[in-house]
T-cell receptor, first 111, second 115 residues
Framework: KTQVEQSPQSLVVRQGENCVLQ??????????LRWFKQDTGKGLVSLTV?????DKTSNGRYSATLDKDAKHSTLHITATLLDDTATYIC??????????FGSGTKLTVEP | EAAVTQSPRNKVTVTGGNVTLSCRQT?????MYWYRQDTGHGLRLIHY???????QIGDVPDGYKATRTTQEDFFLLLELASPSQTSLYFC??????????????FGHGTKLSVL
């Protein structure tokens, strides 16, 4: 059973538009939640890490929320750029450094 | 600067071949991981280690061996490669007990094709 579900699977936006990516999970315990950006065929680059029961982070045009009660996280990208085209992966970290990965949301930013 | 370096970046072998994927981290991290990434799946954990000489089995270990020779080096071994092992392999390192955005690092990946 998939423990981390991301939606949508893919998303196309126009440059300058905002977008929201969703992550729902069933992992217990859910110590931390991370969002990664993965360019095609490349490694994963960390965008943000969320820790608290109800947490919010901001990193430039990226902002994220976490609600551990709902086991739900969102990643907001503001004023998208062409370079934002990538797959965004939600990762839930449980005990003993065990990581649970979502399949990712493939974002395409068009001119 | 923290880094995880994988080699080779690309590898092609034949069914039954012997392959070793290498990973080196300069982060002084205790934990190191090997994942495979396939279309339609999240990253799946093959093996991991929390220190030199230690090895833990992950979620998809069949057909793989691993060895952690030093704190820096973690190797993934495919002794009889099969086409089902064609995949993109990632190595990662992490540090326990510190929460920061820079705590978990991934390598750039090794693309393995088994013909």
């Amino acid at each position: 059973k998939t423990q981390v579900e991301q939606s949508p699977q893919s998303l196309v936006v126009r440059q300058g538009e905002n977008c929201v990516l969703q992550c729902n999970y069933s992992v217990t315990p859910d110590n931390h939640l991370r969002w990664f950006k993965q360019d095609t065929g490349k490694g994963l680059v960390s965008l943000t890490v969320l820790v608290d029961q109800k947490d919010k982070t901001s990193n430039g045009r990226y902002s994220a929320t976490l609600d551990k009660d709902a086991k739900h996280s969102t990643l907001h990208i503001t004023a998208t750029l062409l370079d934002d085209t990538a797959t965004y992966i939600c990762v839930v970290e449980s005990n003993y450094n065990v990581l649970y990965f979502g399949s990712g949301t493939k974002l395409t930013v068009e001119p | 600067e923290a880094a995880v370096t994988q080699s080779p970046r690309n590898k092609v072998t034949v069914t039954g071949g012997n392959v070793t994927l290498s990973c080196r981290q300069t982060n002084s991290h205790n934990y190191m991981y090997w994942y495979r990434q396939d279309t339609g799946h999240g990253l799946r954990l093959i093996h991991y280690s929390y220190g030199a000489g230690n090895l833990q089995i992950g979620d998809v270990p069949d057909g793989y061996k691993a060895t952690r020779t030093t704190q820096e080096d973690f190797f993934l071994l495919l002794e009889l490669a099969s086409p089902s092992q064609t995949s993109l392999y990632f190595c990662a390192s992490s540090e326990r007990d510190r929460v920061s955005n820079e705590r978990l690092f991934f390598g750039h990946g090794t693309k393995l094709s088994v013909l």
